[in-house]
T-cell receptor, first 116, second 112 residues
Framework: AQKITQTQPGMFVQEKEAVTLDCTYDTSDPSYGLFWYKQPSSGEMIFLIYQGSYDQQNATEGRYSLNFQKARKSANLVISASQLGDSAMYFCAMRENSNSGYALNFGKGTSLLVTP | DTAVSQTPKYLVTQMGNDKSIKCEQNLGHDTMYWYKQDSKKFLKIMFSYNNKELIINETVPNRFSPKSPDKAHLNLHINSLELGDSAVYFC???????????FGPGTRLTVT
């Protein structure tokens, strides 16, 4: 079963606007971590933000924030003041800490296009 | 300084050949991974190594054999390459108990 669901294959946003990329997850592990990565057209995977399951506050990193709703099992990424350089694929991922391998389970990604 | 490096960046080869991809990290991490990204951009774990010990071996054909000579290196050897092996292969590393995984630039493998 898919552990990470990203329901938006593609999104458009105008420059300087905020955008929310959705992510829901499925786990019975009480200890887990949630991640967002950006993959521009050049192909590299860039770490953006991390939220631990026991963290009380939503994670923020510059223009990125993670809207963590534990009861709903959602971990949406909010990008404020979008820039043209934000156009990329965005992947949500989860690490279940009972998994001794610490591997990430990825969603299928959301392609974001920022327009002028 | 590059944190996680992979060589080569591009690899084009014919079916049936054997090839290797090398990965090195200079972050002092103790866990390294191989992920495969298919043509639909889906990323899936293949292997995970912690302190040179294999931890995860997902349902990957045994034509794929990872080797970790030391904590900073994790190589991937692929025997008898098939068309379906064409993908981008990413190496990554992390501290086992810490947060983020850092990814290498990827190796685009094309099997003809």
């Amino acid at each position: 079963a898919q552990k990470i669901t990203q329901t938006q294959p593609g999104m458009f946003v105008q420059e300087k606007e905020a955008v929310t990329l959705d992510c829901t997850y499925d786990t019975s592990d009480p200890s887990y971590g949630l991640f967002w990565y950006k993959q521009p057209s050049s192909g590299e995977m860039i770490f953006l933000i991390y939220q631990g399951s026991y963290d009380q506050q939503n994670a923020t990193e510059g223009r990125y924030s993670l809207n963590f709703q534990k009861a709903r099992k959602s971990a949406n990424l909010v990008i404020s003041a979008s820039q043209l350089g934000d156009s990329a694929m965005y992947f949500c991922a989860m690490r279940e800490n009972s998994n001794s391998g610490y591997a990430l389970n990825f969603g299928k990604g959301t392609s974001l296009l920022v327009t002028p | 300084d590059t944190a996680v490096s992979q060589t080569p960046k591009y690899l084009v080869t014919q079916m049936g050949n054997d090839k290797s991809i090398k990965c090195e990290q200079n972050l002092g991490h103790d866990t390294m991974y191989w992920y495969k990204q298919d043509s639909k951009k889906f990323l899936k774990i293949m292997f995970s190594y912690n302190n040179k010990e294999l931890i995860i071996n997902e349902t990957v054909p045994n034509r794929f054999s990872p080797k970790s000579p030391d904590k900073a290196h994790l190589n991937l050897h692929i025997n008898s390459l098939e068309l379906g092996d064409s993908a981008v292969y990413f190496c990554a590393s992390s501290q086992a108990t810490a947060g983020e995984q850092y990814f290498g630039p990827g190796t685009r493998l094309t099997v003809t």
